[in-house]
């Protein structure tokens, strides 16, 4: 064997045997992208059965298959000014000592029923007794970018609505019928 060869193999293996522990492929490093919200896994589990409620997968994908609270996270952190931040993660924070004080469990405790009323409740206006200015902010933000994430997404915009690039042929006069899927994007 070449002692060259023999010699360049092993510095190449000693510097991938060095330079392996410090790479972390934990998820705990997916939070350090939220550096401006400051999350931690308990606010991204919250938030993430929060978004289970507004897409709770009936007849659609859930809203954690799709990794929606990542989206949204990622839309806060980046997307909404530091006062609307402060007010997005005190709102996360404190949405679920509302929900036990308010309907008895956390919205990761309720059905998909219940988490949708008391869901309505939290963010109405009309009369009632609503949640805190925080609370309802941060749930709107949450359902707005959800949203937006669940329509951006590739299972939406490849088994849902499928896009196309390009439009098809000229199909002249062709009736609609009502369960048609009607292509919004062209």
Known sequence: MDRR???????????????????????????????????????RNALRAILNIVFPGVHLKKAEELDLQDFVLVMANDCLTEEEQRVFT?????????????????????????????????????????????????LATAKRFGLQGYLTSSYYMTEIMPYNMIPGGYRGSVNIAEIERINTNG
């Open 90 to 138: 005190k709102g996360l924070r404190e949405v679920e000592s509302y929900s036990k004080k308010a309907f008895g469990k956390s919205f990761g405790e309720m059905d998909a029923k219940e988490g949708a009323e008391a869901f309505r409740r939290a963010i109405s206006k009309d009369g009632m007794p609503t949640a805190p200015d925080a609370i309802r902010e941060f």
């Open 5 to 43: 060869l023999a010699l360049k193999q092993l510095a190449l293996i000693t510097g991938g045997a060095i330079l392996i522990p410090s790479c972390d492929f934990s998820q705990e490093s997916v939070l350090e992208a939220y550096q401006n919200l400051q999350i931690n896994e308990s606010d």
